[in-house]
């Protein structure tokens, strides 16, 4: 009996260990995560979306300090700083994205108007500006084309849009009362991540070949190997000397413009 007795003891003193430990487990706060994490939220996703932005938005800005042209550098820092402002927009004002009042539904359209404009402005660019395509008068193409034939740039004109809209799935919210479900982005971020790499790729093809094209036919018009000739090299130094403070407050302008617009993004996160 003394022996069954002290088997028992043992048996309850065990159970009583488990349901306390079981206790502790409920009780224990669970583990922060990148979707629960504010850090993650408010510091590193910001910055990770922003930075690359912002540093290209400089390096456009540098240029035209350099070459003191505004077209194209502050077209291209342009472009550079709406999709900044953008996406700071939508890291820091998810759950307004995602809600259904009136004012939510007004700055929702407002967002989604500017995230538009600016993904077609940025398509524009890359057809236009980096692969010289677009041309009315070469059937929206250009005049000399290296690839053997022509539907390679018209699928990659519509290939290029397409990938440009599906790359900015990623800024919509998920969530209950969000247009896209909360597991959505678990299942398409690696697809769209994919292609928005096949996308970048298929651009360096098309812009490398715009490049030595454009340089081909500057070595044509000046001679192989000889520097151009600029008659009024004079003039357009002093040109440039009389226009610097003017290019100086024109990018000071431009940069405090962007930070404004990050800091309001900042400041009205919810």
Known sequence: ??????????????????????????????????????FFKRALIPLLSALPLWFRFLQCLRRYLVTRQRWPHIGNACKYALSHSIVLFSVFNSSALAGASVMTSTYKALWLCCMVAST?????????????????QHGMLR???????RVVYYAAMVADLFMRFAWTVTLV?????????????LYMAPMLAAGEILRRTMWGFFRLEYEHLCTAAFH?????????????L???????????????????VLVVMVLSVGVTAALSAN
Do not use: H
Not at 7 to 35: I, V
Not at 177 to 183: F, G, I, K, T
Not at 234 to 252: C, D, F, H, N, R
């Open 120 to 136: 077609l402005y940025t398509y524009w660019w890359d057809v236009y500006m980096d692969w010289g395509l677009g041309r009315w």
């Open 234 to 252: 004079p003039s357009l130094a002093s040109e440039v000397q009389m226009s610097g403070t003017k290019v100086i407050v024109e990018v000071a």
């Open 220 to 232: 044509r018009k000046v001679g192989e190997g000889a520097p151009p000739q600029v008659a009024s």
């Open 173 to 185: 919210p998920t969530g209950a009362d969000a247009p896209l479900p909360e597991n959505f982005m």
């Open 1 to 38: 009996m003394d022996a069954l007795a002290v088997k028992q003891g043992a048996t309850l003193l065990q159970q009583q260990q488990a349901a306390g430990a079981g206790a502790a487990m409920l009780a224990r706060p669970p583990l922060e995560t990148c979707f629960t994490s504010l």
């Open 143 to 149: 005049e000399e084309l290296m690839y053997p034939t």
